[in-house]
């Protein structure tokens, strides 16, 4: 097994903090299986962490998130940045995750273990 690199490991804390927050499987978030609103809701901040954080284009998103178009790539990023605007409950539950997929954070709760 070959070391995970800067990269994976951030997406590897990211994928676990939406697990926690939406109630979700991994592969709920890394698969288009299916279109409960928790599952969606993971995979659109996930899309928009990649997208925003990464700078993976929309034609990439593919190879992070089996089965997404790009299409609907953008169509998540624009929705989230307008519930984002639009609802303060949205633009918190991103804060939320933003400080949760921190290394220090992430560092402190892997000490506690």
Request: proline share 1%; no cysteine.
């Amino acid at each position: 097994m070959q070391p995970m690199n800067k990269m994976e490991k951030k997406l590897k804390r990211a994928r676990f903090a939406l697990m926690i927050m939406f109630e979700v499987f991994e592969e709920d978030i890394l698969e288009m299986r299916n279109r409960k609103q928790n599952n969606v809701q993971a995979r659109m901040f996930y899309n928009y962490y990649l997208w925003k954080n990464f700078n993976v284009s929309h034609n990439k998103i593919k190879n992070y998130i089996k089965g997404m178009h790009h299409a609907t790539s953008i169509y998540l990023k624009n929705k989230l940045e307008h519930e984002m605007k639009q609802y303060d409950s949205v633009q918190m539950q991103w804060l939320t995750f933003l400080f949760f997929t921190d290394y220090k954070v992430w560092k402190q709760k892997e000490e506690y273990k």
